[in-house]
Nanobody, 120 residues
Framework: QVQLVESGGGLVEPGGSLRLSCVRSGSVYKIIDMGWYRQAPGKEREMVATIDRDGATVYADSVKDRFTISRRNAENTVDLQMNSLKPEDTAVYYC??????????????WGKGTLVTVSL
């Protein structure tokens, strides 16, 4: 019943910016953290940025000082502002939710992904 829907991907030139959004629907007992992950062709999926329930953030070294993860709690949304984009950022970006389904059960949900292409 819990779903994550990503949006905001597309084609952008090097040095440009994009803003990705992930909207959550369905019941969640308690969020542990949410984050953005990406996977380029032929590569493993990697963590890009996460934000926990206290607002603490973690970024991959490759995106530090360029990307910003944030929350819009009233809208059940997590955003990823991506600036100074590089061709190496090209990947499918996935939203991840790590949460308690109830007091006992931890769960992970993934969105279907949104494609970001950085190219001239």
């Amino acid at each position: 019943q819990v779903q994550l829907v990503e949006s905001g991907g597309g084609l952008v030139e090097p040095g440009g910016s994009l803003r990705l959004s992930c909207v959550r629907s369905g019941s969640v007992y308690k969020i542990i953290d949410m984050g953005w992950y990406r996977q380029a062709p032929g590569k493993e999926r990697e963590m890009v940025a996460t934000i926990d329930r206290d607002g603490a953030t973690v970024y991959a070294d490759s995106v530090k000082d360029r990307f910003t993860i944030s929350r819009r709690n009233a809208e059940n949304t997590v955003d990823l502002q991506m600036n100074s984009l590089k061709p190496e950022d090209t990947a499918v970006y996935y939203c991840k939710l790590f949460y308690f389904k109830d007091v006992f059960r931890q769960m992970v949900n993934w969105g279907k992904g949104t494609l970001v292409t950085v190219s001239l």
